[in-house]
T-cell receptor
C-alpha cells in the first residue's frame, strides 16, 4: 500500500480554471505538507499542517488554499490557474514529535495551458 | 531566510567512478540535514545527519556533516547506472511555528556505462 498517495498524478488544464489535488497518508503521521517543485527542480514548501492546523504558510498566492479535513488528508485547491502554476506538486508527511524523516507522495504533475 | 546550496549542479561520470556531492547551508536553529535521491518521481530518503563528524553509510553511499563549517558531503563509490538521479539536500530548522525543511536545487548525476 502506498504510504502517501496523491491524485491526480497528471493534470492538464486551461488558464483560469479551478482545480484540486488530493493527498492521503496512511502512516499515522500528524504533520502534512505541500511542496512545489518547479522546472529548475527546486522543492519549495508551500504549506504545513499539524493535526489539521495550519502551521506554515509560505508566500503563496491566495489562489492556493489548502484544506485538511482530518490528520490523514491534506488537499490543495487552486483557483484561477495561471501558466506559472505549472509544476510538480508533492504532498509529504511526517511524525513531528518523533522527528522521523519526511515521506513524499509521487507528485502531481500540473500543466496549465 | 534559510538557504541551501548544492554543488556541482550536474556531473557525468562512468560506471565505477566515485562522486562527491556538496551541500552548504545557512539555517536558523539547525536540527538536521537530509539527503534524498530523486529519480523520476518522489524523492526517496537516503540519510539524516544531526551530529558532526559521524559518517553514515548505506552500501556504496556515505555522508558526513560538518556543523562548524556548515556543510555536508554525499559520496557514492563504484557508481552504477542506477545511481543516475537528482540528489537533493535539505536542512531542517526549528521554529516555534513548526519546523521547516528547506531544499537545495539538487545535483543531477548521470552515470554512463
Amino acid at each position: 500500500d502506498t504510504a502517501v498517495s496523491q491524485t491526480p498524478k497528471y493534470l492538464v488544464t486551461q488558464m483560469g480554471n479551478d482545480k484540486s489535488i488530493k493527498c492521503e497518508q496512511n502512516l499515522g503521521h500528524d504533520t502534512m505538507y505541500w511542496y512545489k517543485q518547479d522546472s529548475k527542480k527546486f522543492l519549495k514548501i508551500m504549506f504545513s499542517y499539524n493535526n489539521k492546523e495550519l502551521i506554515i504558510n509560505e508566500t503563496v498566492p491566495n489562489r492556493f488554499s489548502p484544506k485538511s479535513p482530518d490528520k490523514a488528508h491534506l488537499n490543495l485547491h487552486i483557483n484561477s490557474l495561471e501558466l506559472g502554476d505549472s509544476a510538480v506538486y508533492f504532498c509529504a508527511s511526517r511524525n513531528r514529535a518523533s522527528g522521523n524523516t519526511i515521506y513524499f507522495g509521487e507528485g502531481s504533475w500540473l500543466t496549465v495551458v | 531566510e534559510d538557504k541551501v546550496v548544492q554543488s556541482p549542479l550536474s556531473l557525468v561520470v562512468h560506471e565505477g567512478d566515485t562522486v562527491t556531492l556538496n551541500c552548504s547551508y545557512e539555517v536558523t536553529n539547525f536540527r538536521s540535514l537530509l539527503w534524498y535521491k530523486q529519480e523520476k518521481k518522489a524523492p526517496t530518503f537516503l540519510f539524516m545527519l544531526t551530529s558532526s563528524g559521524i559518517e553514515k553509510k548505506s552500501g556504496r553511499l556515505s555522508s558526513i556533516l560538518d556543523k562548524k563549517e556548515l556543510f555536508s558531503i554525499l559520496n557514492i563509490t563504484a557508481t552504477q547506472t542506477g545511481d543516475s538521479a537528482i540528489y537533493l539536500c535539505a536542512v531542517e530548522g526549528v521554529r516555534a511555528a513548526g519546523n521547516k525543511l528547506t531544499f537545495g536545487g539538487g545535483t543531477r548525476v548521470l552515470v554512463k556505462p
